[in-house]
Nanobody, 121 residues
């Protein structure tokens, strides 16, 4: 079973920046697209940023221009850099990764337990 562990969350002042990391481990051969999602209490989970194995990216509208997602395929790790943080960025941030076969067929999707990001006013 694939396991995803996020790190880097914490309390950040409005206008500041933060960097998150997510490392995948376990019984996997290859990871496909990896990305970050966030969810605040009482709200739906929303896309922050996703990146394919070939480094094509896509970002949610609320963070576009302030976020950068990247990955290191050799380390099975995905990163998130966010700048100009706002109080409304406060949420639990979750890592997601698709599991694919050697031929590129998606066989599963996995989630981390999340890391809390709190942006103070």
């Amino acid at each position: 079973q694939v396991q995803l562990v996020e790190s880097g969350g914490g309390v950040v002042q409005a206008g500041g920046s933060l960097s998150l990391s997510c490392a995948a481990s376990g019984s996997i051969f290859r990871l496909g697209a990896m990305g970050w999602y966030r969810q605040a209490p009482g709200k739906q989970r929303e896309l922050v940023g996703v990146i394919t194995r070939g480094s094509t990216t896509n970002y949610g509208d609320s963070v576009k221009g302030r976020s950068t997602v990247s990955r290191d395929n050799a380390k099975n790790t995905v990163y998130l850099q966010m700048n100009s943080l706002k109080p409304e960025d406060t949420a639990m941030y979750y890592c997601n990764a698709d599991e694919i076969t050697g031929s590129g067929v998606r066989v599963g999707s996995h989630w981390g337990q999340g890391t809390q990001v709190t942006v103070s006013s």
